[in-house]
């Protein structure tokens, strides 16, 4: 079993940034096989994906809407992944949740096997 606590949340204006953290424990979890990924969730609407970072060599993927503004990063030896979002816009207010997954759909939140707790992010206009 995989837990996941996410920090780093919080309220930002238009066009600043913020480091979302993800930190993984559990005896299984080791970057090198599971694949980790940010979703979000904003009110009334489905949970979204935002970006990727897979096994074992840390390839990266990103929503369309996040690419050139989000980073996702992790640290192997700290069990920690993280996005760094820069230049945020209000419709990038939502829950951000992580995920990991040992096999599966990358771009499906059904697919993921834990999750975190979620962390707010608002961003004013």
């Known amino acids: 079993q995989v837990q996941l606590v996410e920090s780093g949340g919080g309220l930002v204006q238009a066009g600043g940034s913020l480091r979302l953290s993800c930190a993984a424990s559990?005896?299984?979890?080791?970057?090198?096989?599971?694949?980790m990924a940010w979703f979000r969730q904003a009110p009334g609407k489905e949970r979204e994906f935002v970006a990727l970072?897979?096994?074992?060599?840390?390839?990266?993927d990103y929503a369309d809407s996040v690419k050139g503004r989000f980073t996702i990063s992790r640290d192997i030896v700290k069990n920690t992944a993280y996005l760094q979002m820069n230049s945020l816009k209000p419709e990038d207010t939502a829950v951000y949740y992580c995920g990991t997954q040992s096999t599966g759909r990358a771009y499906s939140w059904s697919t993921y096997e834990s999750w975190g707790q979620g962390t707010q992010v608002t961003v004013s206009s």
């Open positions: 559990g005896r299984t979890f080791s970057f090198t096989r599971y694949r």
């Open positions: 970072i897979n096994p074992p060599e840390g390839t990266t």
